[in-house]
């Protein structure tokens, strides 16, 4: 049975794969680090339209998530907007690790409510 040893910084995970989403209001996204918690390390977050329309259902936004020594967890915020349609979905999903790798689950859906 092959074995994969990781060193480094462990995985990036989404806390969830599955977030609910209130018209006005921001969803708050938390991205964890599992495993060693020694150097610095980052990974990308983006949304993607699934049937949700950017600038009429929720704001695009994307960025780089940096994580120092120590720290276990970050949350960025996905704008919903406040005509939004109920029922509309956003993917978002991380990319890009560097100083570790990405682990399950590393997409997740936003369900507008």
Do not use: C, M
């Amino acid at each position: 049975k092959d074995s994969v040893t990781v060193t480094g910084s462990g995985s990036f995970v989404f806390t969830s794969d599955n977030y609910n989403a209130s018209k006005g209001a921001s969803v708050a996204i938390t991205v964890q680090r599992n495993g060693s918690f020694l150097n610095t390390s980052t990974v990308n977050y983006a949304k993607n339209n699934l049937s949700a329309l950017v600038n009429a259902d929720y704001t695009q936004t994307s960025g780089t998530l940096t994580f120092q020594p120590g720290e276990t967890s970050k949350i960025f915020l996905v704008p919903i907007l406040p005509a939004a349609t109920s029922g509309r979905q956003i993917s978002i999903s991380l990319s890009s690790p560097n100083g570790a790798i990405l682990g399950v689950p590393n997409t997740s859906l936003i369900t507008i409510q």
